[in-house]
C-alpha cells in the first residue's frame, strides 16, 4: 500500500534494525483517515470470501479490526491481555510469549462470539516474531472457527512471522513489507506484486 510505505518513510522512526517506532500515526497517536484506508484495503483483499467476523489482540489491533470490519459490515472480536471481573463466561485461552515486552500473558475469547460458523479475518498491526497471530490462531482452531486469513499492517519479513503462519497453511497479506532496516541506511520494503526490493 504505497500512501502506508509512504508515511512509514516520512513518519516512522527506525530505533534499531529490529524495532520500528510508529506512534506518531499508527499506534499511540492515530491517523483516523490512514486507519479508514488500511481496513478498507484489506476489505478489498478479502472481499467475496465470505468473512463473518474480523479478530485481533487488544491493544494496537483494534482500530485496524474496526476499520476493516466496518468496510466489510461485519463485527468484529479482540482478544483480551488481561482477564476483566466481567469476563466470567468460558472462554478459549492461549498463553502468549512477548518478545519485545519479555513477558508471556494469557490471552482470551468468550466462547460466544466466535464459533464453528464463523469464517474469520486475522487484523493486526505488526508482524514481527508471530507469536500474538500464532497464539490468535489457535483460539479460532479451537472455536471451530475457519481462519480464512490474516491481514497485518506492517510485516518485519526479516523476522519469523510470515514462515510460522504459511507452514501451518495460513495466506498472509501484509500492506507493508520490510525486507530490512537501519537508522543510518533507512527502511527497505518488498514491493508487494513484483517481490522487488524499494526503498520508497
Ligand atoms: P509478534 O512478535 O508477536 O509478531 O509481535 C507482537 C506485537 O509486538 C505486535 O503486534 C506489535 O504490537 C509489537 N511489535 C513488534 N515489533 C514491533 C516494532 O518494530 N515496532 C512496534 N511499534 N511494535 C512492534
Known amino acids: 500500500m504505497k500512501l502506508l510505505q509512504e508515511r512509514i518513510k516520512q513518519d516512522g522512526l527506525v530505533l534499531s534494525d529490529k524495532v520500528l517506532k510508529v506512534d506518531s500515526f499508527l499506534n499511540h497517536q492515530v491517523d483516523a483517515v490512514l486507519t479508514m484506508e488500511i481496513g478498507k484495503a484489506f476489505?478489498?483483499?478479502?472481499?467475496?470470501?465470505?468473512?463473518?467476523?474480523?479478530?485481533?489482540?487488544e491493544a494496537s489491533?483494534?482500530?485496524f479490526a474496526m476499520?476493516?470490519?466496518?468496510?466489510?459490515?461485519?463485527?468484529f472480536v479482540y482478544a483480551k491481555k488481561k482477564k476483566a471481573v466481567t469476563l466470567t463466561e468460558d472462554l478459549y485461552s492461549v498463553p502468549v510469549h512477548s518478545f519485545t515486552r519479555q513477558e508471556t500473558y494469557q490471552v482470551s475469547v468468550s466462547k460466544r462470539y466466535l464459533s464453528a460458523d464463523d469464517h474469520v479475518l486475522i487484523v493486526d498491526d505488526f508482524?514481527?516474531?508471530?507469536?500474538?497471530?500464532?497464539?490468535?490462531?489457535?483460539?479460532?482452531?479451537?472455536?471451530?472457527?475457519?481462519?480464512?486469513?490474516?491481514g497485518c499492517v506492517i510485516e518485519k519479513?526479516?523476522?519469523?512471522?510470515?514462515?510460522?503462519?504459511?507452514?501451518?497453511?495460513?495466506?498472509?497479506h501484509s500492506l507493508a513489507r520490510i525486507e530490512s532496516m537501519s537508522p543510518e541506511n533507512g527502511i527497505i520494503f518488498i514491493d508487494n506484486e513484483s517481490g522487488a526490493k524499494v526503498t520508497c
Do not use: C, D, W
Not at 43 to 57: D, L, Q
Open 157 to 172: 519479513s526479516f523476522q519469523e512471522g510470515r514462515g510460522l503462519l504459511e507452514e501451518k497453511g495460513i495466506e498472509v
Open 43 to 57: 476489505a478489498e483483499i478479502y472481499a467475496g470470501k465470505n468473512i463473518t467476523k474480523v479478530v485481533t489482540i
Open 127 to 150: 508482524l514481527a516474531t508471530g507469536a500474538a497471530l500464532v497464539g490468535l490462531t489457535e483460539i479460532i482452531n479451537m472455536s471451530g472457527a475457519e481462519l480464512v486469513g490474516v
Open 67 to 75: 476499520a476493516t470490519a466496518l468496510a466489510l459490515g461485519v463485527p
Open 61 to 63: 489491533g483494534i482500530h
